[in-house]
């Protein structure tokens, strides 16, 4: 059985970050999306909310679970029984912090390799950053996340 997670802040789900996990799930047996409880990163959404989220937006696909996690990504996924790491990239601004990432997790655990997926071009400019300074202003989002986002953007924006 081949397993990957798919680690990230999700602050909230974008529909790049289904697109990613909807390509992950086609070439895996399963999938885990797992919140990292980042202490430096100061949330919109508490690791609850973002877990909730990710619950809803996902919940028909049944090779596909959701977590949260502190600490390492590649201890993380020996926890879960993973082979690799799922990252998304999005243009060539992506690539060296992901180079990075890659190289040093491959430094800490050889086993664990790390898997690029590009979305669908139209998801190319979209991250979580985007979309919570959109619902800030009040403007409407729902091209870009799950429903259920939506719902609650529009709770914790009061719009
Ligand atoms: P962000 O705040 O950039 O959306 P996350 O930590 O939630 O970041 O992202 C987790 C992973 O998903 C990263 O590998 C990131 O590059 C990727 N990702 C984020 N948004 C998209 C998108 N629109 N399309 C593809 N991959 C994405």
Redesign the pocket.
């Known amino acids: 059985m081949k397993k990957v997670i798919y680690p ?4 909230p789900v ?1 529909n ?2 289904i ?2 996990i909807k390509r992950a799930r086609e070439l895996f047996d399963s999938v885990v999306v797992t919140v990292a409880i980042n202490p430096v990163k100061e949330p919109v959404f508490t690791v609850e909310e973002r877990v909730a989220m990710l619950k809803e937006s996902l919940k028909e696909f049944e090779n596909v679970e959701v977590d949260s996690f502190d600490g390492l990504v590649v201890d993380h996924a020996k926890e879960v029984g993973a082979i690799g790491i799922i ?4 243009a060539v601004s ?1 690539f060296e912090f ?1 180079f990075q990432m890659a190289l040093m997790n491959r430094k800490l655990s050889t086993d664990i390799t790390t898997i690029f997926l590009m ?1 669908h071009e139209k ?2 400019y ?4 985007i979309i919570r300074n959109l619902a800030s202003l009040h403007s409407d989002v729902s091209d870009f996340v799950p429903p259920v986002v939506q719902e609650e953007l529009k709770k914790k924006f009061k719009y």
């Open positions: 990230g802040s999700f602050d974008t790049g970050h697109d990613v990252r998304g990239l999005r992506d992901e979305p998801y190319t979209l991250n979580s950053t």
